[in-house]
């Protein structure tokens, strides 16, 4: 499996009090853990099960997911923006995984 890869959109300016929409996608995999390989055995699960953002430390969204969830989950939400700061996003997996980015904003 190749490693995951976070992809996040968020403006780069808003003005105060805006609510800007931001989409977020990860490359992985999400193995349900109910397929065989080609021996018969079974592959083990291995999905992203955790998804959070913070704004400035403030968690924003949060959702669990679960193996029913497509490979590359895709996030679109919206969020107010009261202040200039740093959106942190972090996805993590089965295995303990921490994936994450970051993406500032301006208020102007």
Same mark, same amino acid.
């Given at each position: 499996?190749?490693t995951?890869?976070?992809?996040?959109?968020?403006?780069?300016?808003?003005?105060?009090?805006?609510?800007?929409?931001i989409?977020?996608?990860i490359?992985?995999?999400?193995?349900s853990?109910?397929?065989?390989?080609?021996?018969?055995?079974? +592959?083990?699960?291995? +999905? +992203?099960?955790? $998804?959070?953002?913070?704004?400035?430390?403030?968690?924003v969204?949060e959702c669990?997911?679960d193996?029913?969830?497509?490979?590359?989950?895709? !996030?679109? !939400?919206?969020?107010?923006?009261?202040?200039?700061?740093? $959106?942190? !996003?972090?996805?993590?997996?089965?295995?303990?995984?921490?994936y994450t980015?970051?993406?500032k +904003?301006?208020?102007?």
């Amino acid at each position: 499996m190749a490693t995951p890869k976070p992809r996040v959109k968020v403006p780069k300016t808003a003005s105060a009090g805006e609510i800007v929409t931001i989409k977020t996608l990860i490359s992985h995999e999400m193995e349900s853990g109910q397929r065989k390989d080609a021996d018969g055995n079974v +592959i083990p699960r291995q +999905i +992203i099960n955790k $998804f959070t953002c913070e704004f400035n430390g403030v968690k924003v969204f949060e959702c669990d997911l679960d193996p029913a969830v497509s490979a590359n989950p895709y !996030f679109e !939400f919206t969020a107010k923006v009261p202040e200039s700061g740093t $959106f942190k !996003f972090t996805w993590v997996d089965d295995n303990g995984e921490i994936y994450t980015d970051e993406q500032k +904003i301006e208020v102007k």
